[in-house]
């Protein structure tokens, strides 16, 4: 079996201040996903300037930064079917409010700029980010429990 897509799936400082870590993990883990990176990490400003270099000019981001070097984060790599997709799905919408129930904004967040988590949105973008957050690579192995979770 041979699944591999990928996706780079953040605790922001926010979810990690408030001990949300480990459900968010286990969520993934849970889904069928398997973990291939895992660090926590106190980013710099530029290296987040660089993470979100696509809302460079928006309103809101020097606050983003701001709030994303405010602590550490918990930088992960998820591979499984449609990765990406199911990722952005499982994290919610950007804005908690609108956010389904079950989700984990919809669960745990009210605020865009309070969003706990970030899921990368496209297999290009994931791509991306993996390499910049994961410069020394990630890890390669089995896990045994891929033909229970794919046919
Ligand atoms: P995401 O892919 O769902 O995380 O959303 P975006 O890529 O559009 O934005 C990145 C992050 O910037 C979001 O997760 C929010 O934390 C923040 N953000 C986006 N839009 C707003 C906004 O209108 N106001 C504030 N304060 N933050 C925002
Ligand atoms: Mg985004």
Redesign the pocket.
Known sequence: MSVQERTYIMV?PDGVQRGIVGDIISRFEKRGFKLTALKLVHATPAHLEEH?A??KG???FP??IK?MASGPVVAMVWTGLDAVKTG?VM?G???PLASAPGTIRGDYAL?????IC??S?AVESAEKEIKLWFPEGVVQYTNDNEKWVFE
Request: aromatic content about 14%; proline content about 0%.
């Open positions: 922001k979100y696509d809302l928006k309103a809101f606050g983003l709030y952005r994290l919408a950007t804005n605020a865009v700029g309070r969003n970030h899921g949105d």
